[in-house]
């Protein structure tokens, strides 16, 4: 076997960078997907051969129109395959700290009209009815994560 017929047959993980950003008063950030039912927070897929970090501010541009600068990594949380989606991998969803958002910036928000309907800020209990609970609760321990200056490890959200 050579070295590249080893690295062809690894296991492959789906590998997921969003934002925890909040407004003045605490609130969080979610977006309606125009492509699924659930809410999700600004963020994404990264690309191969791109960083996490990299890819999530490269997602907050793309989604928000807004460059950015995402600092502490708050979450590391596996995610198994859901259910109802045969051939999707299991993943590492990672949430970043993208600080708190200006009014002046937050009034800049431009959404692309083919990925995203809308964006709304939420308390946590509002989020909660609007996010899947696995992501509900992977905000939670971001929240959790920024306030002890420590990132944390979950398994959905847990």
Known sequence: MTLGDFWTR?????VGAGALLTDEDDRLLVVEPTYKQEW?????????????RTGVQRELLEELGL?????DLLVIDWAPPPPGQPGRPDGL?????????PADQAARITLPADELR???WCTDAEAAGLLAPRLARRMVAARQA?????????EEGR
Do not use: W
Not at 93 to 101: E, I, N, Q, S
């Open 67 to 71: 460059a950015l600068t995402v600092t």
């Open 118 to 120: 809308s964006h709304r």
């Open 40 to 52: 999700e927070i600004p963020g994404g897929v990264v690309e191969a051969g791109e960083s996490p």
């Open 93 to 101: 969803m990672l949430v970043f700290d993208a600080g708190v958002l």
């Open 10 to 14: 690894l296991p492959t993980k789906l």
């Open 146 to 154: 920024r306030a002890a200056g420590t990132p944390l490890y979950s």
